[in-house]
């Protein structure tokens, strides 16, 4: 997969190829010169004639299950098992979720967040704004059938199977919004109207896993910020003892209150200016600190107290 990768980060190489399909609108740019083919279900009457598989309840319920333990268990990996679960409960050769990123640049607008089967190895892959499957289906809103022939990867300058079938569908979440599909590499037919409502409760499920990893990461953050304050707090107890000392040894050298050369008053002036030193140090490693998981910072501030 590394020559399939490799040719999404080629973000200049691609910008010189698609040069000119940025000056057109999304739907526009699905044309026949870029290999790329959306069309709108609700207008395909040919779609709503497929009747492809019979579902099994149990694999259904059971795929269900997976992904509302993965809500509870490992909510960070929430996504990826939502397109394993698209791979599974719709019979597709290849299942991923993208979501859109401003940044300025039309080259890197999409990111492939999660990728499950033959395109696994797409994870983390940047795509252009146009032309794109994702766009228009973000632009109509509603789902999509998509496919992809060789002229598109030969534009893209990449290697990867064609999408002969595939169903693509919006979702957002706050300002976050993006896509979830399914593919297939071979079959000319391989999705219904049965995968469609399938794939739109894994549409709901992708909203509701970036508005959970969302919120978590706003409790880490602030979990983390409570943390770092604690240590600032600590450490400034801390400081304060060494500082004192220096204080009044410099007070009394001052007034004459201590006995000895300026050898004998570094020597007594040394304890408390390491000590001093350490802690300032730790007070400087903070924001680094800030940056951690909260129970390594609480370690931080263990292993300080107990010193």
Same mark, same amino acid.
Request: aromatic share 6%; proline share 3%.
């Given at each position: 997969?590394?020559?399939?990768?490799?040719?999404?980060?080629?973000?200049?190489?691609?910008?010189?190829?698609?040069?000119?399909?940025?000056?057109?609108?999304?739907?526009?740019?699905?044309?026949?010169?870029?290999?790329?083919?959306?069309?709108?279900?609700?207008?395909?009457?040919?779609?709503?004639?497929?009747?492809?598989?019979?579902?099994?309840?149990?694999?259904?319920?059971?795929?269900?299950?997976?992904?509302?333990?993965?809500?509870?268990?490992?909510?960070?990996?929430?996504?990826?098992?939502?397109?394993?679960?698209?791979?599974?409960?719709?019979?597709?050769?290849?299942?991923?979720?993208?979501?859109?990123?401003?940044?300025?640049?039309?080259?890197?607008?999409?990111?492939?967040?999660?990728?499950?089967?033959?395109?696994?190895?797409?994870?983390?892959?940047?795509?252009?704004?146009?032309?794109?499957?994702?766009?228009?289906?973000?632009?109509?809103?509603?789902?999509?059938?998509?496919?992809?022939?060789?002229?598109?990867?030969?534009?893209?300058?990449?290697?990867?199977?064609?999408?002969?079938?595939?169903?693509?569908?919006?979702?957002?979440?706050?300002?976050?919004?993006?896509?979830?599909?399914?593919?297939?590499?071979?079959?000319?037919?391989?999705?219904?109207?049965?995968?469609?409502?399938?794939?739109?409760?894994?549409?709901?499920?992708?909203?509701?896993?970036?508005?959970?990893?969302?919120?978590?990461?706003? $409790?880490?953050?602030? +979990?983390?910020? /409570?943390?770092?304050? *604690?240590? @600032?707090?600590? %450490? !400034?107890?801390?400081?304060?003892? &060494?500082?004192?000392?220096?204080?009044? $040894?410099?007070?009394? +050298?001052?007034? /004459?209150?201590?006995? *000895?050369? @300026?050898?004998? %008053? !570094?020597?007594?002036?040394?304890? &408390?200016?390491?000590?001093?030193?350490? $802690?300032?140090?730790?007070?400087?490693?903070?924001?680094?600190?800030?940056?951690?998981?909260?129970?390594?910072?609480?370690?931080?501030?263990?292993?300080?107290?107990?010193?």
């Amino acid at each position: 997969m590394a020559s399939i990768l490799c040719g999404f980060d080629r973000a200049g190489s691609w910008a010189e190829r698609a040069k000119g399909f940025y000056q057109m609108s999304t739907v526009d740019s699905i044309t026949a010169d870029t290999g790329l083919e959306v069309i709108d279900l609700v207008e395909d009457a040919s779609f709503a004639e497929r009747h492809l598989h019979e579902r099994d309840v149990v694999t259904q319920m059971e795929g269900m299950r997976r992904v509302a333990r993965a809500f509870i268990d490992n909510p960070d990996a929430i996504l990826q098992e939502l397109v394993n679960a698209a791979v599974e409960l719709c019979g597709a050769d290849s299942s991923g979720i993208s979501i859109q990123q401003d940044t300025g640049r039309d080259e890197d607008y999409y990111h492939w967040v999660a990728t499950a089967g033959a395109y696994s190895g797409f994870l983390n892959a940047v795509l252009p704004r146009s032309p794109s499957a994702c766009g228009v289906c973000l632009e109509r809103g509603r789902p999509q059938l998509f496919r992809v022939t060789q002229r598109f990867f030969d534009l893209l300058g990449v290697e990867a199977p064609e999408v002969t079938d595939g169903i693509l569908l919006p979702w957002d979440e706050g300002e976050t919004r993006g896509t979830i599909f399914v593919m297939a590499h071979g079959r000319d037919e391989a999705f219904d109207g049965n995968d469609v409502r399938m794939m739109q409760v894994l549409a709901d499920f992708v909203a509701m896993g970036v508005r959970q990893q969302r919120q978590q990461k706003q $409790l880490m953050e602030q +979990a983390m910020l /409570g943390a770092a304050a *604690g240590m @600032a707090n600590e %450490l !400034a107890h801390r400081i304060n003892n &060494p500082l004192q000392s220096i204080t009044n $040894l410099v007070y009394l +050298a001052a007034a /004459g209150g201590v006995s *000895g050369d @300026a050898k004998t %008053l !570094a020597e007594e002036l040394s304890v &408390p200016i390491q000590r001093l030193s350490v $802690l300032a140090a730790r007070l400087l490693s903070l924001p680094t600190a800030a940056n951690r998981r909260p129970e390594t910072v609480d370690e931080d501030l263990r292993v300080m107290t107990a010193e």
